[in-house]
């Protein structure tokens, strides 16, 4: 079984900026793909981010691409999303989740693992 935890979430302004990490337990984590998703009280649960086992590859939701950034420390069992220029529609709990059944996924059903979630509020 595999345990994800999330943190670095809190409130920032609006132009703003946050790292959020995800913890993850399990000695095959350097083999799942990983990747990031966020759910307001407004919208269903999106995806935003995902990185591949290696590293090697990334994708992006549109609306955040060129202002957040999905990395991963393999050694340590961290995933990252680096999140800058920040605004109110950033407004979400964010969710770590993990073992993707392939590269690039962007459902939420693809995931297997997920984390219990950290609130980001983005004050406009």
């Known amino acids: 079984q595999v345990q994800l935890v999330e943190s670095g979430g809190g409130l920032v302004q609006a132009g703003g900026s946050l790292r959020l990490s995800c913890a993850a337990s399990?000695?095959?984590?350097?083999?799942?793909?990983m990747g990031w998703f966020r759910q307001s009280p407004v919208k269903e649960r999106e995806f935003v981010a995902t990185?591949?086992?290696?590293?090697?590859?990334?994708r992006y939701a549109d609306s955040v691409k060129g202002r957040f950034t999905i990395s991963r420390d393999n050694a340590k069992n961290m995933v990252y999303l680096q999140m800058n220029s920040l605004k109110h529609e950033d407004t979400a709990v964010y969710y770590c989740?993990?073992?993707?059944?392939?590269?690039?996924?962007?459902?939420?059903?693809?995931?297997?693992?997920w984390g219990q979630g950290t609130q980001v509020t983005v004050s406009s």
């Open positions: 399990g000695r095959t984590f350097s083999s799942y793909h």
């Open positions: 989740a993990g073992d993707a059944r392939w590269a690039s996924a962007v459902y939420a059903t693809d995931y297997k693992y």
């Open positions: 990185i591949t086992w290696s590293g090697s590859s990334t």
